[in-house]
């Protein structure tokens, strides 16, 4: 009878995240940050029917690089989460923190199976609070640890160099053009140090606006809101009366196109 062949679990974890950080770090990245009437969420996808930022509940959203399948079904159990969590109890029950809670257990039971292989999965929840003190965003890598980040995050492909440049230059109070445009010239790098131009059909943004008077703060720029805010236009708000009308054809605010769960995914796989 032969010797079954031996693998330390110290060895066997460290593989299996080898394994989920190189499928991770295949999709092409997410930023998240803080500016001054919310958080900003830029990433760089071509598709317009999958995204890889999207809606869970009134003042929280979420973000993932990595294969579509996998965090998609991690979306829908968070919007599940979500909306029994505020109708059993009260909508102002529903968190941030707790939604991190659940994607940690979920993420780190996977991690520690040896009956599956893990989530090549990395994601990042974030909250806004009525200040800009009370917003709260989390990034949780493969493993389901959870990582409490402040100001500015990075996830996917090359996050270390994305998440030292928006580091170095971000600062707070920065208007959605500003923090719009730090984050567009953070995805444009390259990891050998050239830069890229990303058109606004290249980029899916979104913003969580403590400012908006509807209970949902989620909101998607499209069309020519995001080519104005790109070009260092005045925000919407700040435009004279004939350019309003331009801005509200291409405003997610009106209306919502996304249920309490919006939409999940990116454009392929692993993208």
């Given at each position: 009878m032969s010797t079954p062949f031996y693998v330390s679990p110290q060895?066997?974890?460290a593989d299996r995240a080898e394994f989920a950080?190189?499928?991770?770090a295949r999709g092409r990245s997410v930023?998240?940050?803080?500016?001054?009437?919310?958080?900003?969420f830029v990433a760089e996808n071509m598709s317009r029917a999958l995204h890889k930022i999207s809606e869970i509940y009134d003042r929280i959203a979420f973000a993932a690089v990595g294969k579509y399948n996998e965090f998609e079904n991690l979306r829908i159990v968070g919007v599940r989460y979500a909306d029994v969590r505020g109708y059993s109890y009260d909508r102002a029950d529903v968190n941030a923190r707790g939604l991190a809670n659940v994607y940690a257990q979920a993420l780190g039971n996977i991690f520690s199976s040896a009956a599956e292989k893990p989530y090549e999965v990395e994601l990042i929840v974030a909250e806004v609070g009525e200040e800009p003190e009370d917003d709260q965003i989390y990034r949780l890598p493969h493993d389901g640890s959870i990582v409490d980040e402040n100001a500015t995050v990075a996830i996917g492909g090359n996050a270390d160099q994305i998440g030292s440049y928006l580091t170095e230059r971000h600062v707070q109070g920065m208007s959605l053009g500003e923090a719009l445009r730090l984050a567009v010239d953070?995805?444009?790098?390259?990891?050998?140090?050239?830069?890229?131009?990303?058109?606004?059909?290249?980029?899916?943004v979104a913003v969580l606006d403590r400012t908006r008077p509807q209970q949902r703060k989620f909101k998607r720029v499209l069309g020519r809101q995001l080519a104005r805010l790109l070009e260092g236009a005045p925000a919407e708000g700040e435009q004279g009366p004939s350019e309003a009308g331009e801005d509200a054809a291409g405003s997610a605010d009106a209306p919502d196109t996304e249920g309490s769960g919006g939409s999940g995914g990116e454009g392929s796989a692993t993208d």
């Amino acid at each position: 009878m032969s010797t079954p062949f031996y693998v330390s679990p110290q060895q066997a974890m460290a593989d299996r995240a080898e394994f989920a950080r190189k499928g991770i770090a295949r999709g092409r990245s997410v930023v998240v940050l803080q500016y001054a009437d919310g958080i900003l969420f830029v990433a760089e996808n071509m598709s317009r029917a999958l995204h890889k930022i999207s809606e869970i509940y009134d003042r929280i959203a979420f973000a993932a690089v990595g294969k579509y399948n996998e965090f998609e079904n991690l979306r829908i159990v968070g919007v599940r989460y979500a909306d029994v969590r505020g109708y059993s109890y009260d909508r102002a029950d529903v968190n941030a923190r707790g939604l991190a809670n659940v994607y940690a257990q979920a993420l780190g039971n996977i991690f520690s199976s040896a009956a599956e292989k893990p989530y090549e999965v990395e994601l990042i929840v974030a909250e806004v609070g009525e200040e800009p003190e009370d917003d709260q965003i989390y990034r949780l890598p493969h493993d389901g640890s959870i990582v409490d980040e402040n100001a500015t995050v990075a996830i996917g492909g090359n996050a270390d160099q994305i998440g030292s440049y928006l580091t170095e230059r971000h600062v707070q109070g920065m208007s959605l053009g500003e923090a719009l445009r730090l984050a567009v010239d953070s995805l444009a790098r390259d990891s050998n140090g050239s830069e890229r131009t990303l058109t606004p059909e290249q980029l899916e943004v979104a913003v969580l606006d403590r400012t908006r008077p509807q209970q949902r703060k989620f909101k998607r720029v499209l069309g020519r809101q995001l080519a104005r805010l790109l070009e260092g236009a005045p925000a919407e708000g700040e435009q004279g009366p004939s350019e309003a009308g331009e801005d509200a054809a291409g405003s997610a605010d009106a209306p919502d196109t996304e249920g309490s769960g919006g939409s999940g995914g990116e454009g392929s796989a692993t993208d």
